[in-house]
């Protein structure tokens, strides 16, 4: 067999099922399927890595002068969806985990159900290693954030007010990837 430079074309949809999904969120990357995967990049490469994705459209404001739609890609099956301006740059990754009290229409119809790390360790002991994000003194945390390198990825509660020593792969809605603003 010949390789070339699209070798990676090969491994579009290298899953029989949902289940079979594996995600490293590693510093600067992140690796579906042993895909690695940069932010900000084109909807056509995960589409080419996860199939054609739901597309959900939302209204251009109409005070801009140029194309910053936001328009969301969903794979409803994966659990998966991202987000882009105009329609062809992704700027955000999230893994939807669990139910939460918003439910917004760009979201998944099913969760995430392959495997999920976080530089190769088990995604929920990086996300309670994290350190706590709080928003305000004595306002409950939304969330947790790691630092990927140039990324960071959020991982949201479902229950803001939880006790956080009890917190389980159920308690988080999302884990969202994009690169780091400080």
């Not at 080419?48 to 409803?76: A, F, M």
């Not at 305000?136 to 020593?165: H, N, T």
């Amino acid at each position: 067999m010949i390789m070339g430079c699209f070798d990676f074309l090969t491994n579009r949809k290298n899953f029989s099922s949902p289940s079979e999904i594996e995600i490293n969120l590693k510093n600067d990357s992140i690796v579906i399927n042993g895909v690695s995967v940069d932010i900000p990049t084109g909807i056509s490469f995960f589409e080419d890595i996860l199939g054609r994705p739901r597309r959900v459209d939302y209204p251009k404001q109409d005070d801009e002068s140029y194309d910053l739609r936001q328009v969301n890609y969903t794979w409803d099956k994966l659990g998966l969806c991202c987000y882009t301006k105009g329609g062809t740059v992704v700027y955000c990754f999230e893994i939807r985990l669990n139910k939460g009290d918003i439910s917004p229409e760009h979201y998944p119809a099913e969760f995430f159900s392959g495997k999920l790390l976080i530089n190769g360790k088990e995604w929920l002991k990086a996300v309670k290693n994290a350190p706590t994000t709080p928003i305000a003194l004595g306002e409950p945390e939304f969330f947790r954030k790691l630092k990927l390198g140039r990324y960071s990825a959020l991982a949201e509660y479902v229950d803001f007010m939880q006790d956080e020593k009890t917190r389980t792969e159920k308690d988080f809605t999302t884990i969202s990837v994009q690169l780091e603003y400080d």
